[in-house]
């Protein structure tokens, strides 16, 4: 018996992510949507604040304000992380790599570590910049990195950036398809999610869908914009997440083990 | 060397694999034919471990290849020629592959040469044509220098060069001692490399022999006599004549008769006691195409029917039958349809010549023989 050494396959994982060009348009678009969007959307904050209701400008979080475009460019995450597990089967390649490495679970926790761990780079280098152009844009309205809780959001938002790529990554290896895991997740981080979420009802249970529970660890004012406290803390949410991962990384795995490449 | 036990592989009620056993031993090269469908590549995954056999086992070097110990570099395969990102450079797949089994970038060049991509090796595959992505299969099948080398199709795609390169390369790896299976459904292709054969048909094992024993084994002698074009009734005498001492006789469509079971002298005895003068009298053999088709021919999956055109032809008159009666000028004969006779035209009355149904055999085989196969197949396992 034989464990194919963990470093070969995460060179080998390496290789091929960089390899390709797709890896470098989802993950700079990632970037650059994050962080234009939201720093137009703080542009506008800034110049219609006076509009804006009176709870709604006491309860205003510039921190979120300048995440506020993540919304769109988390869907390129999602590509990023669906292309990187999708392609190995659409090429067929996914045949070769097991054929290399029959301990399918040392594969899989290769492809899911390079990968995650360049999400969570541009996550981070995403959320900061986002922030910091985001605070200039703001003027007066804006906060500083060392008030409290700020940093935590900050982090967070690498952090869910990163989270969304993996989550979309599990997905991808349990539907085995590129194109059925992004019909999937692209209505539902972009749509669904989003409408659920601000239906009234429907709110309690959208609350605990990945990306909304994960999403609160970029607010620092808890009812941000007159929004309704969510019953659980910014790193609750996370958890809540993380646990929405580990469940898609479960399944993924038992889909690999089990069926035929 | 590759060992099978009984290897069965269900995808619901259809087997695609049923209870085949082979060997598959080092130092030759051996075929792995059967026509499309028959379960080659499905074997071919089983002995890589990427599909789980319903039944059975399939060992290399005796372990199952996913508890072997560094199995790239024991073990080396061609699987699918495209298999490849299309966006990644011919180099850059290989490397990936490389890095997991801790071959060196060194070997990656190496193999580039070895197949001749060394010019195109830093393209995207994505341009590359069927032949290119063959070779770039192989060239990743060589990265470990394995002992073992499966190759599924090889030959698919490639030029006539390519094809007599892939042929010196299958018998230099196997003089090397090493142990090679190649597949195919190719017979012609086979006969020329491999010095073994494991046929297949319907995923079971039709025949396990050297190439040398198939050929004997397999391939029917006959002799083709002529008569006279000019004189018909002396075909006939002869035929009787022919078949009255033993002999098997068979029309051809151009008026030739093919002669089974009777040596040469004996038909030119025949044919002189007979008082018929020959045009032709020559020995034949039949080819391992030939052979092979009729080993297969029960177990083919997807088989054309002769395309009738129903209704939109005249009819020619229902198949061969009896010699057809050739012409003075017996090249004309062959394809020009006849004259147009009452009867035979299907605008003209319902009933015809009742042309068309003379497929119903080859049409309605395959839909029913899925569902009986696992009864009679007990019946091939026992005789062998």
């Known amino acids: 018996m034989t464990v194919a050494s963990v470093p070969a396959v995460l060179r080998s994982e390496w290789t091929k992510i960089r390899t390709v060009s797709s ?124 008030a409290e809780n700020v940093l935590r959001a900050v982090i967070g938002g690498g952090l869910y950036m990163g989270l969304i790529a993996l989550f979309s990554m599990a997905v991808a290896t349990m539907l085995r398809s590129s194109m059925l895991s992004l019909g999937i997740l692209m209505p539902f981080f972009f749509l669904v999610s989003q409408i659920l979420a601000s239906v009234p009802k429907a709110k309690t249970v959208a609350r605990y869908f990945p990306d909304q529970a994960g999403s609160r660890i970029m607010q620092v004012v808890p009812d941000a914009l007159g929004g309704s406290r969510a019953p659980y803390g910014p790193w609750t949410g996370i958890g809540i997440m993380l646990l929405w991962v580990v469940a898609a990384i479960a399944g993924g795995a038992l889909v690999l083990k089990r069926r035929d490449a | 060397m590759i060992e099978a036990v009984g290897l069965t592989k269900r995808y619901g009620a259809k087997a695609a694999v049923y209870n085949l056993s082979f060997q598959v031993r080092p130092g030759a090269v051996t075929g792995f034919l059967g026509p499309n469908g028959a379960g080659k ?72 040469g070895v197949v001749g991509l060394q010019d195109v090796a830093r393209k995207r595959s994505k341009g590359f044509s069927l032949g290119m992505g063959q070779r770039l299969g192989i060239a990743a099948a060589l990265l470990g220098d394995p002992q073992v080398l499966l190759f599924d199709e090889p030959v698919n795609g490639l030029d006539p060069e390519g094809i007599l390169w892939v042929r010196n390369l299958m018998k230099q790896l196997a003089a090397e001692g090493r142990t090679v299976f190649v597949s195919s459904h190719l017979m012609s292709e086979m006969a020329l490399t491999a010095d073994h054969l494991i046929v297949i048909g319907r995923g079971q094992l039709l025949s396990d022999m050297s190439v040398k024993e198939f050929i004997s084994a397999n391939s029917a002698d006959f002799a083709r006599v002529r008569t006279p074009d000019t004189e018909p009734a002396l075909r006939e005498k002869l035929s009787s004549a022919l078949s009255g001492a033993g002999g098997q006789v068979v029309p051809e469509p151009d008026g030739a008769l093919r002669v089974m079971g009777l040596p040469l002298p004996q038909i030119s005895e025949l044919a002189h006691g007979a008082d018929v003068r020959l045009w032709e009298l020559s020995p034949h053999q039949a080819s391992l195409e030939e ?89 091939p396992e026992d005789a062998r």
Not at chain 1, 29 to 40: E, I, M, N, P, Y
């Open chain 2, 291 to 379: 052979a092979y088709m009729r080993m297969t021919q029960g177990a083919v999956d997807y088989r054309s029917t002769a395309d009738q055109k129903a209704g939109l032809m005249q009819q020619p008159q229902p198949g061969f039958g009896p010699p057809p009666q050739i012409p003075e000028v017996p090249q004309q004969g062959w394809y020009a349809p006849p004259a147009p006779q009452p009867g035979a035209n299907p605008y003209l009355g319902g009933q015809g010549p009742a042309a068309p149904p003379a497929a119903p055999p080859a049409a309605a085989a395959p839909p029913a023989a899925p569902p009986a196969a696992p009864a009679d197949l007990t019946k």
């Open chain 2, 41 to 112: 590549s499905t074997t071919m995954r089983m002995i890589l471990g990427l599909d789980t056999p319903t039944a059975g086992t399939v060992t290399i070097g005796g372990r199952p290849y996913r508890q072997t110990p560094n199995a790239p570099r024991q073990v080396g395969a061609l699987l699918d020629a495209k298999a490849v990102h299309g966006g990644r450079s011919a180099r850059n797949h290989l490397l990936s592959l490389a890095q997991l089994s801790g071959i060196p970038a060194r070997r990656v060049d190496e193999v580039l």
């Open chain 1, 23 to 146: 890896t470098t348009w989802t993950l700079a678009s990632a970037f650059l949507v994050t962080v234009a969007v939201s720093a137009a959307l703080c542009a506008l904050f800034r110049s219609t604040f006076d509009h804006l209701s009176p709870v709604e400008r006491l309860t205003f979080d510039p921190t979120l304000a300048s995440f506020s475009g993540m919304v769109l460019g988390q869907l390129a995450m999602v590509v990023f992380g669906v292309l990187v597990v999708g392609t190995e089967y659409s090429s067929g390649m996914i045949r070769a790599s097991l054929a290399a490495v029959p301990q399918r679970g040392v594969f899989l926790f290769g492809k899911l570590a390079v990968a995650t761990a360049l999400a969570l780079i541009v996550g981070m280098a995403t959320s900061f910049a986002s922030f910091f152009l985001g605070q200039a844009l703001l003027g007066e309205h804006r906060t500083t990195i060392g």
